[in-house]
C-alpha cells in the first residue's frame, strides 16, 4: 500500500483529536478492540490476500476466520433469459461481440464530480467502443450537449442495471468502477478486469491490490478521469497485449474464488470453526 491509496479522513487527521473525522476515530477504536475478540470475520477468501499479510493479521488477532464473499452466492447462478430482465440490459449485450463492452456504475452512494462524468462521457464517444452506463436521470443533463444522440447507436444509459448479471455476460470487456467492495467481488467473480477510480474509504486500498496484488485492472491515470486517461486506459485493457493478460488473470482469479468457494476452500473450514465458536 502507499500513502495515496489510505483514506484521506487517516492521512489528514490532525494531531488534536477535535480534528478527527468520525471514520479515522471508529478505525482507531477497532484497532483497539479487535485483538480482544474472539474471533474476527473476513467477508473475503483468504486465498486472494498475500500470505505475509494474513500471517501477520493472525499474529495480531485471537481468530482470523475467512468466510467467503457474502454477498454472493459462489458459483454463481447462470444468467437469466434476457426476455426477463426488465432494464433491457442483457437483450442489448446479446447484440454486442464478446468481451467488447464498456460497463460503467458506480454503485448507489458515489457520484463523480460534473468535470468527471464529461470528461467520461467525452472518451466513451471518442473511443468507439460500445458501452453500457448506470446513470441516474437527474444526471443526464451534466453529459455533453448532443451526447446521448450522437452515441444512440453504441451506447445504452439505464438509471440502474442487474449488476451481476451484466458482469456475467460474455459481451462485457471491463468494469469502469469506484472500486467498492461488492462491485469487486462480482467483476472478480466473473472474470471481468476493472479500471478503477476510487473514492473514498477502503477504494483505494482495494484498487491497488487490483492493480498490482491480483494485475486484472488499472487505477485511473492521475487518480481522476480525464478524456485521455480514461481513454488510455480502455486501449490498454480491450486492444493492447497488457490487456489480454489482464484479462487471462482474472479468469486465473475467478477460477481461485470458485475454488476457495468449494468444499476444499479454507472458508468452508473457517465457516465451520466460525459455527463452533459460535455454538460454544
Known amino acids: 500500500m502507499r500513502v495515496e491509496d489510505l483514506p484521506d479522513d487517516i492521512i489528514n487527521c490532525g494531531e488534536d483529536e477535535d480534528d478527527e473525522t468520525l471514520f479515522s476515530k471508529t478505525l482507531a477504536s477497532f484497532g483497539e ?3 480482544q475478540a474472539k474471533a474476527v470475520v473476513m467477508n473475503f477468501f483468504e486465498e486472494l490476500d498475500p500470505p505475509l499479510f494474513v500471517e501477520d493479521m493472525r499474529s495480531k488477532l485471537q481468530n482470523m476466520l475467512y468466510v467467503g ?3 454472493l452466492s459462489i458459483p454463481l447462478p447462470p444468467l437469466p433469459p434476457s426476455e426477463n430482465d426488465e432494464t433491457g440490459c442483457l437483450s442489448w449485450l446479446d447484440k454486442q461481440k464478446s468481451t467488447s463492452v464498456v460497463y460503467v456504475s458506480f454503485g448507489t452512494t458515489v457520484t463523480p464530480p460534473p468535470h468527471e462524468l464529461v470528461a467520461l462521457a467525452e472518451a466513451l464517444e471518442e473511443s468507439g467502443f460500445p458501452f453500457l452506463w448506470s446513470l441516474k436521470d437527474h444526471l443526464k443533463g451534466v453529459l455533453p450537449e448532443g451526447f446521448l444522440e450522437r452515441t444512440s447507436d453504441i451506447g445504452k444509459i439505464v438509471p440502474w442495471v442487474p449488476q451481476t ?13 469506484h472500486c467498492g467492495c461488492n462491485s469487486v ?4 467473480s466473473n ?6 477510480r476510487p473514492f473514498f474509504g477502503d477504494h483505494g486500498m482495494t484498487g491497488r491490490m487490483v492493480e498490482d ?3 486484472i485492472g488499472v487505477k485511473i491515470e492521475g487518480g481522476v478521469f ?7 486506459s480502455l486501449n490498454l485493457i480491450l486492444v493492447k497485449e497488457e490487456g489480454k493478460k489482464m484479462r487471462e488473470n ?3 482469479v475467478k477460477k481461485t474464488v470458485l475454488d476457495a468457494a468449494g468444499p476444499n476452500g479454507k472458508a468452508a473450514q473457517d465457516l465451520k470453526a466460525l459455527v463452533e465458536i459460535v455454538s460454544s
Do not use: R, Y
Open 33 to 35: 478492540v479487535l485483538p
Open 69 to 71: 464473499f457474502l454477498t
Open 165 to 177: 448479471q451484466v458482469l456475467g455476460h460474455d459481451s462485457v470487456g471491463v468494469f469502469v468502477t
Open 185 to 188: 467481488f462480482e467483476s472478480i
Open 191 to 196: 472474470g471481468v478486469p476493472m479500471i478503477c
Open 213 to 215: 496484488i491480483w494485475e
Open 226 to 232: 480525464t478524456k485521455n486517461g480514461l481513454l488510455k
Open 250 to 252: 482474472a479468469q486465473k
